[in-house]
């Protein structure tokens, strides 16, 4: 029988390090690390950590996120949106029609939960 709660381990030593599907560096060179710590028994849902260093991404979104920040600091502006200015404890979605940058102020670190299906 599958587990119905499940504690999120330390973040592995092996994360991913490629920049996200419809991410593009656009200002400064920031970098970012991604764990997935865990997927959904169908795999439509994963969960993990993810840092990235200070510079600005310009995001094109796929999927719905939830965001819950631990460190750092955000600016995230919709094309032709309001910028919004994010801090350690807020907690945040991303719709998947998103397009904007996400411009890291002070190097983050986020939990996140992504529903894929």
């Known amino acids: 029988m599958a587990e119905t709660v499940v504690r999120l381990p330390a973040p592995g030593p092996e994360p991913r390090l490629t920049d996200l599907d419809g991410w593009t560096k656009i200002e400064g060179n920031p970098t970012m690390k991604t764990w997935v710590q865990h997927s959904s028994l169908d795999g439509s849902v994963i969960s993990g950590t ?3 260093t200070v510079g600005t991404w310009h995001a094109t979104y796929a999927f719905y996120e939830f ?3 631990i460190d750092g600091q ?3 502006t919709p094309d032709g949106g309001t910028p ?3 801090h350690p404890g807020d907690a945040f ?5 998103f397009k904007g940058t996400w411009k890291i102020e002070k190097p983050v670190r986020k939990h996140f939960c992504i529903k894929l299906k």
Request: hydrophobic share 60%.
């Open 84 to 86: 919004v200015t994010l």
């Open 74 to 76: 955000i600016t995230i």
């Open 67 to 69: 965001v819950h920040l």
């Open 50 to 52: 993810w840092e990235a």
């Open 93 to 97: 979605v991303v719709e998947p029609t």
